[in-house]
């Protein structure tokens, strides 16, 4: 394997070649999360509607994300913050 190629927790190996070369991007920009809130907040004032298909992550033992799967089969890369700590997850 190519020393610029990685492997994840999960063991999906990712070639970061792929996303960049020669500064071009050449994939979809990343779904950049500028804000969060608690998934109950959003259903209630129809942020996110009842129907939508969402996809969970587990950012850390306190944190669930709940991201649109249709934001994400555009996008396949959201990344942000949430109480400071940066989190990146790819689809």
């Given at each position: ?27 979809f920009a990343p ?29 850390d033992d306190d ?29």
């Amino acid at each position: 394997m190519p020393d610029d190629l990685y492997v994840t927790s999960t063991g999906m190996t990712v070639d970061p070649g792929r996303i960049k070369r020669q500064g071009e991007t050449l994939m979809f920009a990343p779904f950049t999360i500028e804000r969060t809130a608690p998934l109950a907040d959003a259903l209630a004032d129809q942020t996110v509607p009842p129907d939508a298909e969402l996809l969970l992550a587990t950012h850390d033992d306190d944190h669930v994300l709940a991201l649109s799967r249709q934001q994400m089969a555009y996008h396949h890369v959201a990344q942000g913050t949430v109480e400071g700590k940066p989190w990146l997850v790819f689809f």
